[in-house]
Nanobody, 127 residues
């Protein structure tokens, strides 16, 4: 099993950057395909970024391509979501998720594919 803990959210002005983190304990995140799913108030969790085992393949929602980058630091057992040029509509609780899979190249964009979730970190974009 793996336990996930997000951090790095906060209040950011529009246009600013932010890098939420997802620290994994237990089995390392390289054993899982990883994803990020923000959930805005009153809405369902929405997919934004996914990464295969070891980070060989990455996939992004069309709405965030060019602004969001998912990455991992295996030495720190941590997955990141680099966000550039934040917009007010990016405001949400950002959840990271892990999916146990034997397929090295696969990534997953459906929340129902994921087995483990963190508690989320709040990102608020406002002037």
């Amino acid at each position: 099993q793996v336990q996930l803990a997000e951090s790095g959210g906060g209040l950011v002005q529009p246009g600013g950057p932010l890098r939420p983190s997802c620290a994994a304990s237990g089995r390392p995140p390289s054993s899982y395909a990883m994803g990020w799913f923000p959930q805005a108030s009153g809405r369902e969790r929405a997919f934004v970024a996914a990464m295969s085992l070891y980070g060989s393949n990455k996939y992004y929602a069309d709405s965030v391509k060019g602004r969001f980058i998912i990455s991992r630091d295996n030495a720190k057992n941590t997955v990141y979501l680099q966000i550039a040029s934040l917009k007010p509509e990016d405001s949400a609780v950002y959840y990271c998720a892990a999916h146990e899979t034997p397929y090295y190249g696969n990534y997953y964009y459906r929340s129902t594919d994921y087995d483990y979730w963190g508690q989320g970190t709040q990102v608020t974009v406002s002037s």
